[in-house]
């Protein structure tokens, strides 16, 4: 299931809209089982069916943000994984890399509290067998599905954890990480403090953008997991700061046009061997 998600979600992240019958037929799998992967797609909020269509459009933002790179992530949240201890307690940020990473954690059954603002991440996880979580409360908004503002941090008041996880939307070199939500990263930065170490889960294609906020400091960060193509220079920033670096492989691919009689050419992710 997990491999052909995988196929499904590349397919999907290069298309606005496909057919099922046609997806069915470019990734050679039977409807019959192309249509239990939806389920459990469209379950978790990732992606949307409409009348013999499959598609992004319609999902909640982060699900349309886990569908990009979601190899490349997946494999950030299982390397994040092996740092966490049974029993440990750890606190995660809202994003897409973070809810895979919370989905690695629940299913590594090593019985860890999860504590986050992030609702799209409670639901993504919240039917796996063993999962516990601390939601925190606060100003709801819907378009990120996160909870956010003064009332969430205060009611991390009575809360400690010795790991903090987050997601990023941009880097400044040898400066920080950056968000784009102003709310969402006033409520970060009043988190950090109920943490004693901070880890950053990004992909390496967040290192060539800049978010219009300061979301952490690269003083402040204990480590940061991302893939192998990230910039030199955002390496060698993370490097002279002393953050540890944890980078995963990052699997090359090409894009290819798929052509189907009588309808348009579809744009598909070969991967190379």
């Not at 979601?70 to 049974?86: G, P």
């Not at 039917?127 to 819907?142: A, D, H, N, T, W």
Request: with cysteine; proline share 3%; glycine share 6%.
């Amino acid at each position: 299931m997990v491999q052909r998600a995988v196929r499904i979600l590349d397919v999907l992240a290069s298309n606005k809209e496909i057919r099922i019958t046609m997806l069915s037929e470019l990734l050679d799998i039977s409807l019959v089982t192309l249509r239990r992967d939806l389920d459990h797609l469209e379950k978790r909020g990732i992606i949307c069916r409409t009348h013999g269509n499959v598609t992004l459009d319609g999902a909640d933002i982060t699900g349309k943000r886990l569908a990009l790179n979601y190899s490349i992530k997946q494999r950030i949240a299982k390397a994040a994984a092996e740092l966490i201890e049974h029993n440990e307690i750890v606190m995660i940020g809202s994003g897409s890399c973070c809810a895979l990473f919370a989905e690695e954690l629940v299913m590594s059954q090593k019985n860890v509290t999860i504590i986050t603002n992030s609702v799209f991440l409670a639901n993504f996880i919240c039917k796996i067998p063993g999962v516990k979580i601390i939601l925190l409360g606060g100003y709801f908004q819907p378009e990120l599905q996160v909870l956010a503002g003064s009332m969430t941090i205060k009611s991390a008041d009575d809360l400690y954890t010795d790991k903090f996880f987050i997601g990023a939307d941009g880097f400044i070199p040898n400066l920080a990480f950056t968000g784009g939500d102003h709310l969402c990263v006033e409520t970060a930065h009043g988190l950090v403090k109920r943490a004693k170490k901070i880890f950053v889960l990004t992909e390496a294609a967040k290192f060539q953008r800049r978010g219009a906020f300061s979301l952490v400091k690269i003083d402040n960060i204990a480590g940061v997991f991302t893939d192998e193509k990230i910039p030199k220079d955002a390496e060698a920033a993370l490097i002279k700061s002393n953050v540890k670096l944890y980078k995963v492989p990052a699997t090359e691919e090409k894009m290819i046009w798929r052509h189907f009689s009588e309808l348009p050419p579809i744009m598909y992710k070969e991967k190379e061997e």
